[in-house]
């Protein structure tokens, strides 16, 4: 190899470890970001609505979605109407479905709960992509979900699933797994939906949701406006970090890191939502910690064809 050849592949070299870092990083961010829609959103319900809520949050986040998807992706916006109907699906299911079950479960449970419920959604979804979308299930993937599957019964039994028999789930509980089903409808059919720039589609999708929810939110008075300048805070904060600043960090880290092992990433959620309840003092059980270790250690497992070196993207 020449010299100019060498130094070339040695910046190459550089310019891939550094993208690689970066990829990383956003992947923090975002995920830390959403773990903050945990923190944040529970404040947010004590004052406003699920679905004013999530009709604000939207509302809000439409326009700088709009803007950077714009300038970052050119869209095609005639290709984009063409698939209207896979859009709203989408919507459906992840900007409604989702978001409106999990602010109504954080009406019934503290946050930290709720997010060791929702670390289950990986596990959840390789079940699913068996099932519905053919993909094969090794036993390592099917132990990982049963394992993961173990430690949501010991989260949700206060450290005896057995209880669960007597007592059944309380009510944050069930919102969280209609939330998790929802999610994992979500990204079930996402994969078998048109390919299109993924922030023009967050915006889309953005669009669809307040047009469905603003009709109803006003045939029932309208939301209710924050009245405090916390509640004005949360509602800013959820608009923008987790709603705008996560998805764009997200889909850019995904142009460097294959989706299965991104994915991954997801239970930082729950690990970066107890450091938070830590840190704020709040009440956390033995079960809840033993059980949320469980649940990230069956979703690794379950994904341990996808974190293999050199496995690509699918």
């Known amino acids: 190899m020449h010299v100019n050849e060498t130094r070339t592949a040695a910046a190459s070299g550089r310019t891939s470890k550094r993208a690689q870092w970066i990829a ?18 529970k404040t947010a319900v004590e004052t406003l609505d699920p679905l004013g809520l999530v009709l604000l949050r939207w509302a809000i986040a439409l326009v700088p979605l709009l803007v950077i998807a714009q ?22 299911f992840g900007m ?16 930290f709960s709720a997010s060791l419920v929702n670390a289950f959604n990986p596990a959840l979804i390789t079940l699913a992509a068996a099932v519905f979308l053919r993909e094969r299930l090794t036993p390592l993937a099917i132990a990982g979900v049963a394992l993961a599957l173990a430690g949501v019964l ?10 669960l028999l007597d007592t059944g789930f309380g009510t944050g509980e069930l919102l969280m797994i209609g939330a998790i089903a929802a999610w994992t409808a979500y990204t079930v059919i996402g994969r078998r939906a048109p390919k299109l720039p ?9 669009a669809i949701a307040v047009a469905v929810l603003a009709p109803i939110s006003f045939a029932t008075g309208g939301p209710a406006l924050p009245g405090t300048g916390p509640a004005l805070a949360s509602l800013l904060f959820i608009a923008v970090f987790p709603s705008v600043l996560s998805y764009v960090l997200w889909n850019r880290a995904l142009t460097v890191i294959p989706p299965g092992r991104a994915g991954v990433f997801l239970n930082l959620i729950t690990v970066f939502t107890a450091a938070f309840t830590i840190l704020a003092g709040q009440h956390y059980s033995a079960a809840q910690i033993v059980g949320g270790l469980i649940v990230i250690t069956g979703v690794v497992l379950a994904n341990a064809r996808a974190l293999r070196p050199g496995r690509p993207p699918q």
């Not at 300038?71 to 459906?92: F, G, I, K, M």
């Not at 409604?96 to 946050?111: C, R, S, V």
């Open 24 to 41: 990383v990083a956003s992947l923090l961010g975002a995920t830390l970001f959403w773990a903050g829609n945990y923190i944040v959103g």
């Open 71 to 92: 300038l970052t992706e050119r869209p095609d916006w005639r290709r984009l109407l063409a698939a209207w109907r896979w859009l709203a699906v989408l919507s459906v």
């Open 96 to 111: 409604l479905g989702y978001n409106l079950f999990l602010y109504a479960a954080l009406e019934h449970t503290d946050a």
């Open 154 to 163: 010991i989260v949700l039994g206060g450290g005896d699933p057995r209880s």
């Open 198 to 206: 993924p922030v023009t589609a967050t915006a889309a999708q953005a």
